[in-house]
């Protein structure tokens, strides 16, 4: 395919796994990321791939983690209760360090919450989730051409690292239609010598586990993880910075909230106010040193996100108390207007808000 | 020159394990290992171990393995068995990990008639985590947190799993078994060749649940612990096939 298609985000990350060779996928349906379930059971046959609803979101993940160790690129897919749910399996996928794409079309929370848009599970994304120290590359798209990108990339980096990726997007962004287009790729899997394939041949049985009951090898692999962890963040942090170079508010927002974050940005810049926007396109790893050259122009910032503040934190910790950080929020599946980040902009440019 | 004609299986390797004197693990490991061997499938064979006393099953297997999360190894068993269509995919799980926490993914394997199969080691108790009440433990049987007897009317009755399982088409073949002695581990070898010749025939599910004693959290000995199964265990959980590979789905 090289036309551009309308489709909508949650099934443009559908079509981009198969182009990425993603032939397994498991899943159990719930709003707002039912299309891509939908998508992959229509689509995988096509292609002779493997489609499996699950009992659970806890079964899917370990459906996951049993495809993941058997060698095959391999994607799950839920919105935010439903993560909540794979956590179990995310921990055992860190421990076991086992390549997948998970994707977590956020609505908003806590609990049943709502079927909008969120952006409230950054913190489970990022800072864990589950139980132990591991991290997950989490990427943020904030288009549906970049939500194809970025799929197509998240199955690269997975066997590149062998580590889970997870694809953080939002109800707006997975219901939304837009243009794509999907690139011929060139993403192809690696060898993977680890992997419980049966022995054919082999000499000695591959074994993926994550238990270590003597603890001095407990922290021998935990020290493995975290060499790893810190090659992740050296390579692989990603961000888009637009009109930031003499912009004195610096904007940062993610996902769809940065779209919405442009138009204000725009009417304000037309206005005369020198602000600019940074992407973080990379959650974890978090784009802090992009963030702390800034703080040396910049004279403030202000976060925009559908949370009651969660990425701010990381953003203060990157501005390091250099300059003000100032926050606007919106929860529970409300997204917040144009009018509302222009005026909260306005109001940062004029010295309110501060710290 | 005597001809050898009794040895280690290959597909057991050759390390001491950490099971207890007179637990039948032991014997359990040994008659799956022996069906690897007869089936010729060591090449292709894919084990799941579960979360229990058989958590480190990975380390005495001569075959591939995955660790799988409590509860969760017919999932992951799934996931390695639809990569793999042509290999031999077994879970080992015992009677907390399959009965309790993961009491969905076995139900939800065997009604999907996942060509896997799995060896269910039933000593009504959790071994691992020091002789809690298994939801296997008969009534009245006194473990760390039943300590004045499991009661009916606050834990209800054990479960009977190869019988639920039984009401389930795609499991195609279930069978309770016991290696309490000799004759008794001829049957369940037998049984263990059927489930792999059921799951490599691609017909569907196949379990064997191996009654077990457990000596250290019952407080007994091994010799003890055996007759105590034989009175307790065996009148509740009845040894017999309860899908035999015959029926034709409805």
């Known amino acids: ?175 939304m239609m837009e243009p794509v287009e999907f690139k011929e790729s060139s993403s192809k899997p690696v060898e993977k010598s680890w992997a419980a394939t049966g022995r054919r041949g082999r000499a000695k049985p591959n074994i993926v586990n994550s238990l270590y009951l003597q603890p001095d090898l407990m922290e021998k692999h935990n020290h493995v993880l975290q060499e790893k962890y810190a090659k992740i963040q050296a390579e692989e942090t990603r961000w888009e910075a637009l009109n930031t170079e003499d912009a004195e508010v610096i904007v940062v927002a993610y996902g769809i909230t940065s779209r919405i974050a442009m138009t204000a940005i725009n009417k304000a810049r037309a206005n005369g106010v020198k602000v600019g926007l940074f992407r973080p396109i990379s959650l974890w790893p978090f784009p802090s040193q992009p963030l702390a050259e800034l703080a040396k122009t910049a004279k403030a910032f202000v976060v925009f996100e559908m949370s009651a503040g969660q990425m701010v934190e990381d953003v203060r910790l990157a501005v390091n108390g250099a300059k003000p950080v100032s926050f606007h929020g919106r929860t529970g599946g409300m997204l917040p207007t144009p009018k509302e980040l222009y005026e909260k902009i306005i109001s940062v440019a004029n010295g309110e808000g501060g710290k | 020159m005597a001809e050898r004609t009794f040895g280690r299986p290959e597909a057991l390797l050759d390390v001491p394990t950490h099971y207890c004197p007179g637990c039948h693990h032991g014997i359990i490991h040994r008659l799956v290992a022996e069906v690897i061997d007869e089936l010729k499938v060591i090449d292709r064979t894919i084990g799941v171990a579960s979360v229990g006393c058989s958590a480190l099953a990975y380390d005495y ?144 599910f196949s379990m064997v649940e191996v009654l077990s004693t457990c000596p250290t959290n019952w407080g007994m000995s091994a010799i003890e612990s055996g007759t105590w199964m034989e009175k307790n265990m065996m009148p509740y959980y009845p040894l017999g096939t309860f899908r035999s590979g015959e029926e034709v789905a409805k």
């Open chain 1, 1 to 175: 395919m090289s036309e551009k298609i309308l489709m909508k985000g949650n099934e443009a990350i559908g079509e981009a796994a198969v182009v990425a060779g993603c032939r397994h996928y498991f899943g159990y349906p719930i709003t707002p990321q039912s299309e891509l379930i939908e998508y992959m059971a229509k689509r995988l046959p096509q292609v002779d791939g493997v489609f499996l609803q699950a009992e659970s979101e806890v079964a899917a993940i370990n459906m996951v983690y049993g495809a993941a160790s058997a060698g095959c690129r391999v994607m799950t897919s839920s919105s935010s209760p439903g993560i909540s749910l794979k956590q179990e399996g995310i921990s055992y996928i860190a421990g076991s360090q086992l390549p997948c794409v998970i994707v977590n079309v956020q609505r908003g929370g806590p609990g049943l919450g709502s079927i909008q848009p969120g952006q409230a599970d950054y913190f489970q994304a990022t800072k864990g989730g589950g139980h132990g120290d591991y991290r997950n590359i989490v990427l943020a798209p904030n288009s549906v051409q970049e939500m194809a990108d970025i799929t197509i990339e998240a199955f690269d980096l997975a066997d590149k690292w062998r580590n889970a990726v997870m694809i953080l997007g939002d109800g707006a962004l997975g219901q």
């Open chain 2, 61 to 204: 297997f001569n075959v591939d393995m995955v660790q799988a999360p409590h509860g969760r190894a017919p999932a992951v068993a799934t996931g390695v068995k639809r990569v793999h269509p042509d290999g031999v995919v077994f879970t080992y799980q015992g009677d907390g990990d399959i009965a309790a926490i993961g009491t969905a993914e076995i139900v939800h394997a065997a009604a999907r008639g996942e060509r896997i199969t799995t060896i269910f080691v039933n000593n009504a108790i959790y071994g691992m985590t020091g002789g809690q009440m298994a939801p296997t433990s008969l009534v009245n049987q006194v473990t760390t947190t039943s300590p004045y007897g499991r009661k009916q009317d606050s834990a209800g009755m054990p479960i009977r799993l190869s019988e639920m399982l039984a009401t389930l088409d795609g499991a195609k073949y279930l069978a309770r078994v016991a290696v309490n002695n000799p004759a008794n581990m001829a049957k369940a070898k037998a049984a263990i060749k059927k489930a792999f010749e059921i799951q490599i025939a691609g017909l569907g």
